[in-house]
T-cell receptor, first 113, second 115 residues
């Protein structure tokens, strides 16, 4: 119930291609779905987030697509660049969770030049 | 002007020792956390403090004890270190305990290696 399942575990994309990472959840109480980006030796950093009242949110080359009925959400990185190479984590929480942000297991993205 | 700072960045110690990791945030956030990232990169919450009060205490051994002297600091003390404690420990803070609005701000992590 508390899990967020993330796939794929690793992803290799050519420069200029589209990177797609998927996540699924079961707990319908979740109402906040952020994505974090982590570079080696650094802490995760908030990339983009969505609440379930919208089906899509776009910020620059990064888009979250959200399917409430399927309990799935995904991150699309358009025109992927080598500098996007990092580990990406989806996460979920709910109001009143008192801080328990549940993370997926991460996807290591490599963008080849 | 680092937002969330942790010290030390690296910590190598022998089994059975006691060690502490310090965390400070200058963002004025009310809530602070400790997360553990294992060798497979999985991030799991250990503790959450809101305004110096313990809010979340996930299933971690009693050997781990957080201490919050004020709302800008959250330290982690670990007694009788074991090999399995080797991991990267991240401190984080947020204004909204559920992580909404502006999300969590993480420190750069402390890589603990127990030998």
């Amino acid at each position: 119930q508390q899990q967020v399942k993330q796939s794929p575990q690793s992803l290799i994309v050519q420069k200029g291609g589209i990177s797609i990472i998927n996540c699924a959840y079961e707990n319908t109480a979740f109402d906040y779905f952020p994505w974090y980006q982590q570079f080696p030796g650094k802490g995760p950093a908030l990339l983009i987030a969505i609440r379930p009242d919208v089906s899509e949110k776009k910020e620059g080359r990064f888009t979250i697509s959200f399917n409430k009925s399927a309990k799935q959400f995904s991150l699309h990185i358009m025109d992927s660049q080598p500098g996007d190479s990092a580990t990406y984590f989806c996460a979920a929480s709910w109001r009143g969770s008192q801080g328990n942000l549940i993370f997926g297991k991460g996807t290591k993205l490599s963008v080849k030049p | 002007d680092t937002a969330v700072s942790q010290t030390p960045k690296y910590l190598v110690t022998q089994m059975g020792n006691d060690k502490s990791i310090k965390c400070e945030q200058n963002l004025g956030h009310d809530t602070m956390y400790w997360y553990k990232q294992d060798s497979k990169k999985f991030l799991k919450i250990m503790f959450s403090y809101n305004n110096k009060e313990l809010i979340i205490n996930e299933t971690v051994p009693n050997r781990f004890s957080p201490k919050s002297p004020d709302k800008a600091h959250l330290n982690l003390h670990i007694n009788s270190l074991e090999l399995g404690d080797s991991a990267v420990y991240f401190c984080a803070s947020s204004q909204d305990p559920s992580g909404g609005a502006y999300g969590y701000t993480f420190g750069s992590g402390t890589r603990l290696t127990v030998v």
